[in-house]
């Protein structure tokens, strides 16, 4: 028996201890029980990702994994990507020996590769292809590459794979494993992958959502050199969406909008390195020398994690930071799902308060270097779960937490509650206002 949807869908944190108790005594529970399947998927694989940086270059770029015994010439299992021009592509795979990665730009367009196009594979210091070796701490592996005309992939490999392939399609032999990851894509705020009810899913279902919706950061328009970035970043079970109003009124004169498009389920720390990984590779690609965050709720806590990522990076293009209704103290309720629920979105890990996280994203300040505006709201709701001064999700004391506004050039309270302040035309004033500061 599934709980029900507008409870979970538009305010799954607000009602957290009723899901939780729905969740404890029903067995059946329907986001319970995807969530059991989806962190059982996650402990059972581990993620490749490659960067090919020269694909604007070429056209029709595949990425490929492929599980290859060597030593009998076996294929054992495969999948494909189709890679944008930013050159970034990944995959779940189950077992961590002989996966090998690679590219090829298909430059006669007949859907395969052929020795004449230009290619890259994974390979050693001597030019041997060779299987990617995964971080033992975060089951990850990360390669890099170029395609080139005079790189052929090895011709037993090629040969096991068309074996493996067969009769079937392309899609019929893969995996199916494949993490779309789109990087500066023009974006259609109405596509229904942007919808409130995917955000949901992408709290509940942290494997599955990438795989069937993808993620990455998306514009709004075309790249221009002469506007400076703003990327927007939603909270936990939030959506893209949630932005509308402040993409109204956002002046395209000066500014161009991106949105973070992610599974707010994840870890933090691990959503924080993805996505300075991400704009890492815009700004490798567009050179841009300026950006600001906007961030609302747990975005503000991914946000920030990124941003002092980026600057241990060496980088100095943020500069101003605009948070809205962030739970910098934690989520009070967080501890009790840790402890009780049947399973635990792992972001949940992240949100008690005085987690390792929540110790770990002050421990370097930004005040003087990245200029942070701390915006919250105080319409206050009865709950079971919440202190007496909260804006319906989260408390004050969280919102206003004595780490963040020390850090903050300006601290803003709204009579707002955690959804109704992002359409707050003060709040929206105050926020552009920041971006404008000398």
């Known amino acids: 028996m599934a709980p029900p949807p507008v409870i979970m869908q538009r305010h799954p944190l607000t009602h957290f201890a009723l899901v939780l108790t729905v969740g404890l005594m029903l067995t059946g529970c329907a986001n319970f029980r995807r969530l059991g399947e989806n962190l059982k998927f996650l402990e059972e694989t581990s993620v490749v990702t490659a960067h090919v940086t020269n694909t604007s270059a070429h056209h029709d770029v595949y990425g490929m994994v492929v599980e290859w015994d060597r030593e009998a010439n076996k294929v054992l299992s495969a999948d494909f990507a189709e890679v944008g021009d930013v050159g970034i592509f990944g995959f779940f795979v189950k077992g961590e020996d002989d996966q090998y990665l690679m590219a090829f730009s298909d430059s006669n367009g007949n859907g395969r590769y052929d020795s004449s196009d230009p290619s890259w594979i994974h390979a050693d210091a001597s030019g041997n292809a060779v299987p990617v070796t995964f971080d033992p701490e975060t089951d990850k592996a990360r390669v890099e590459g170029r395609l080139s005309s005079d790189t052929r992939l090895p011709a037993d490999l090629v040969a096991a794979a068309r074996e493996f392939k067969g009769a079937r399609s392309a899609e019929e032999a893969a995996s199916g494993w494949r993490i779309p990851v789109e990087l500066g894509t023009i974006a259609d705020l109405d596509d229904p992958k942007f919808s409130s009810e995917r955000g949901s899913?992408?709290?509940?279902?942290?494997?599955?959502?990438?795989?069937?919706?993808?993620?990455?950061?998306?514009?709004?328009?075309?790249?221009?050199?002469?506007?400076?970035?703003?990327?927007?970043?939603?909270?936990?079970?939030?959506?893209?969406?949630?932005?509308?109003?402040?993409?109204?009124?956002?002046?395209?004169?000066?500014?161009?909008?991106?949105?973070?498009?992610?599974?707010?389920?994840?870890?933090?720390?691990?959503?924080?390195?993805?996505?300075?990984?991400?704009?890492?590779?815009?700004?490798?690609?567009?050179?841009?020398?300026?950006?600001?965050?906007?961030?609302?709720?747990?975005?503000?806590?991914?946000?920030?994690?990124?941003?002092?990522?980026?600057?241990?990076?060496?980088?100095?293009?943020?500069?101003?930071?605009?948070?809205?209704?962030?739970?910098?103290?934690?989520?009070?309720?967080?501890?009790?799902?840790?402890?009780?629920?049947?399973?635990?979105?792992?972001?949940?890990?992240?949100?008690?308060?005085?987690?390792?996280?929540?110790?770990?994203?002050?421990?370097?300040?930004?005040?003087?270097?990245?200029?942070?505006l701390l915006l919250y709201g105080h319409h206050a709701k009865r709950s079971m779960t919440l202190p007496k001064e909260n804006d319906g999700t989260v408390s004050v004391a969280s919102q206003t937490n004595e780490h963040a506004t020390d850090d903050a050039v300006e601290v803003v309270g709204f009579d707002e509650d955690h959804v109704s302040i992002l359409s707050n035309d003060e709040v929206i004033r105050r926020a552009y206002r920041h971006l404008e500061r000398p």
């Open 201 to 372: 899913r992408g709290y509940w279902e942290p494997a599955a959502y990438p795989m069937e919706t993808g993620i990455g950061i998306y514009f709004l328009e075309k790249y221009d050199p002469d506007k400076v970035p703003v990327l927007f970043v939603y909270g936990a079970a939030g959506s893209p969406q949630d932005w509308r109003t402040f993409f109204a009124r956002i002046d395209r004169r000066k500014y161009q909008p991106w949105f973070l498009h992610y599974p707010t389920g994840r870890r933090l720390d691990e959503l924080g390195s993805s996505l300075n990984r991400g704009v890492g590779l815009l700004q490798s690609y567009y050179g841009f020398q300026r950006m600001h965050v906007v961030a609302h709720s747990m975005g503000g806590l991914v946000s920030r994690d990124f941003i002092l990522k980026n600057r241990a990076d060496g980088n100095r293009y943020i500069d101003r930071f605009v948070t809205i209704s962030t739970p910098w103290g934690g989520q009070e309720f967080a501890k009790s799902g840790v402890k009780r629920a049947p399973s635990v979105i792992p972001s949940w890990h992240d949100m008690v308060p005085g987690s390792p996280f929540q110790k770990h994203v002050f421990e370097r300040r930004l005040r003087g270097k990245v200029d942070h």
